[in-house]
């Protein structure tokens, strides 16, 4: 099976996203930026330009901006200082969305007035998720369209929507199957690897980072195939995508503590490398992060594809709000419902909470998920992170304090 270790460094972890970005970049095709896990991105390849997700920059610190409000978060600050000090890739447009927190929507605003020669797009999400919701954000994204049309230049091509229809879904439907590979058996697939494998698909979806992600997947169907697991495996992930653990799934026991890690849009990649230093300085290489539940993993990710039959942008719009539901939205009390279940049937010992720095939705939340960790018997650790994990000494000793405490019990 292909397998990458973990870099050594987080600077080459952070060479080799450059790298991949320069590729686009000299592919000469049409950028569009994008920042919110749930864009469309079927929408921006049948119009022919390739969707980039903007990640946190490192050597970029988040300086103190004069134009953003007080109130936005420090992933917002990094990407306007990256922006401000001419770091960005060469964009066709970029997208902001608005109804989900006031740090993207005061982003937004600013950076069309500071930027008046980008083009700034705007897909602004339904609060609730109910057929008039599907309705509205249907309308929007087929103005979106039409504005792709009238200000870029290129037009909605049908046949280049079938096909970024069906490499999303087959990419989705690969990294499904590996996230639910991982909680039957978390040592089946580094969570590195795993994380690695969806932001290079996120950075830059093409047809070579769907037959790597593929390949594993094949892999590891395999692999479960022969300890005769894959129907469990699938009923998970059917149910998953469902937004339910099916009353069937029986987790085995193990002697490793089974760790679920939560949060919002942090950088999966970087907090499972980090993750992988702290538990390689406690002498706990065995140990493996079981279930993810971060925006871009998890929920990026577990959405239902548009059916090819129907209207292109009901389609979408139906597939956006079967993701399941950011901090950012309406319904916290579902959300407890699902994580008390992840809790009970998926054998969970030990919760990492993730928090970016100033993020309001993410902060809201934790609370009642500590209570509810809590309740369970679940021990947690909350972890606030920068974008640019600019303090990582303090971060590794964090979780490593933690998985020490984790196995002690
Ligand atoms: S990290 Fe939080 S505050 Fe920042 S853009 Fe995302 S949801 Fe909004």
């Not at 909605?156 to 970024?164: G, R, T």
């Not at 995508?241 to 950088?267: C, F, K, N, W, Y």
């Not at 992060?289 to 292109?312: C, E, G, M």
């Amino acid at each position: 099976m292909v397998q990458m270790s973990t870099p050594l460094t987080y600077d080459a972890l952070i060479a080799a996203r450059h790298q991949e970005v320069q590729e686009l970049i000299a592919a000469e095709h049409g950028l569009i930026g994008y920042i919110y896990p749930h864009a469309p991105l079927e929408l921006f390849l049948a119009h022919d330009f390739t969707p980039i997700l903007l990640w946190a920059e490192p050597k970029i610190p988040s300086a103190y901006e004069a134009s953003l409000q007080t109130f936005c978060c420090a992933y917002s600050r990094n990407l306007f200082s990256q922006r401000s000090k001419e770091h960005m890739p060469p964009l066709n447009a970029i997208l902001f969305p608005g109804g989900t927190c006031d740090s993207l929507q005061n982003l937004g605003d600013v950076w069309r007035a500071r930027f008046p020669d980008d083009t700034v797009l705007r897909l602004t999400y339904p609060v609730a998720n109910d057929d008039m919701a599907v309705t509205y954000l249907a309308e929007e994204l087929r103005d979106l369209s039409n504005h792709l049309e009238v200000i870029l230049g290129k037009r909605f091509v049908m046949e280049l929507y079938q096909k970024a229809v069906a490499l999303i879904a087959e990419f989705k439907a690969a990294a499904q199957f590996i996230a639910v590979a991982r909680i039957i058996r978390p040592s089946i697939y580094p969570y590195f690897e795993y994380a690695r494998l969806i932001r290079k698909f996120l950075t830059a979806p093409s047809l070579n980072s769907l037959t790597e992600i593929e390949s594993v997947a094949t892999h590891l169907q395999n692999e479960l195939r022969k300890e005769q697991c894959l129907p469990t495996t699938e009923a998970l992930r059917h149910g998953l995508l469902a937004g339910h653990i099916p009353d069937q799934i029986e987790i085995q026991s193990t002697d490793e503590p089974r760790i679920m890690i939560i949060g919002g849009m942090v950088d999966s990649e970087g907090v499972a490398f980090h993750f992988d230093n702290a538990k390689a300085n406690a002498d706990l290489e065995d140990l493996e992060i079981a279930f993810d539940l971060l925006s871009f993993t998890y929920r990026t990710t577990f959405t239902k594809a548009p059916n090819l039959h129907f209207d292109p942008f009901t389609e979408m719009a139906q597939s956006i709000l079967s993701a399941p539901a950011e901090a950012t939205q309406e319904g916290l009390p579902s959300r407890l419902t699902f994580l008390r279940r992840v809790f009970e049937k998926l054998k969970i010992d030990g919760l990492i909470i993730c928090e970016q720095s100033f993020c309001d939705p993410d902060q809201f939340e934790v609370p009642d998920t500590l209570k509810l960790a809590e309740q369970k018997k679940v021990l947690s650790v909350r972890v606030p992170l920068d974008p640019e994990f600019s303090d990582r000494a303090r971060l590794e000793g964090r979780i490593q304090s933690f998985l020490e405490t984790l196995t002690a019990r």
